[in-house]
């Protein structure tokens, strides 16, 4: 399978703990997503990398939320100290994008990763 | 303020019907894209057509297509023939330049039998 993959598919916590979410974009794909969504609401933007480099982050994005890509190709989100408020499905996506050259710049989604905070 | 507005929350189709999603956006970069995506049951989010700023014609693949009128900031999308594997979220999405995807909040569509 060459699309986007996430692991985990599943994450049940306890209020208070870290989790770790991992993306592996499609391989050539230099920009990687991630957003997050809750039910009945679209995803909500969070952060993107070019390449290693970690180009926007949202506002929503709260101290507790780090993002990595160190070599430019997967990505891990962290969330330290969950709240019951970060339970949500959290997206990865990635998408080519190369100066010069004219291209959609669609965003190819993985399934997702749903977080679950007791 | 929202950039990406879809003021249907649910709508409802006779399958083989054709159906109109509304999207209307908010932007004073003059080079933008917009995006239509579908998420089924299942979660998984599948690109459907795209529409660039400086395109001339309305963008069209397959059953769907696009009716861009750009004074009015409108995106709507058009399937036709509708089918039960239609029924789905849908989702709009713009992006600025060449920056992130703004989603809107999205419609339900439910093909009847």
């Known amino acids: 399978d060459t699309g986007v993959s996430q692991d985990p598919r599943h994450k049940i916590t306890k209020r208070g703990q870290n989790v770790t979410f991992r993306c592996d974009p499609i391989?050539?794909?230099?920009?990687l997503y991630w957003y997050r969504q809750t039910l009945g609401q679209g995803p909500e933007f969070l952060t993107y990398?070019?390449?290693?480099?970690?180009?926007?982050k949202s506002r929503l994005l709260s101290d507790r939320f780090s993002a990595e890509r160190p070599k430019g190709s997967f990505s891990t989100l962290e969330i330290q100290r969950t709240e019951q408020g970060d339970s949500a499905m959290y997206l990865c996506a990635s998408s080519l994008a190369l100066a010069g050259v004219p291209n959609t710049g669609e965003l190819f989604f993985g399934e997702g990763s749903r977080l679950t905070v007791l | 303020a929202q950039k990406i507005t879809q003021t249907q929350p649910g709508m409802f189709v006779q399958e083989k019907e054709a159906v109109t999603l509304d999207c209307t956006y908010d932007t004073s970069d003059p080079s933008y894209g917009l995006f239509w995506y579908k998420q089924p049951s299942s979660g998984e989010m599948i690109f459907l057509i795209y529409q660039g700023s400086y395109d001339q014609q309305n963008a069209t693949e397959g059953r769907y297509s696009l009716n861009f009128q750009k004074a009015r900031k409108s995106a709507n999308l058009v399937i036709s023939a509708s089918q039960l594997g239609d029924s789905a979220m849908y989702f709009c999405a713009m992006r600025e330049g060449g920056r992130k995807l703004i989603f809107g909040q999205g419609t339900e569509l439910s093909v009847k039998p």
């Open positions: 990398f070019q390449n290693e480099a970690q180009l926007e």
């Open positions: 391989s050539e794909h230099n920009r």
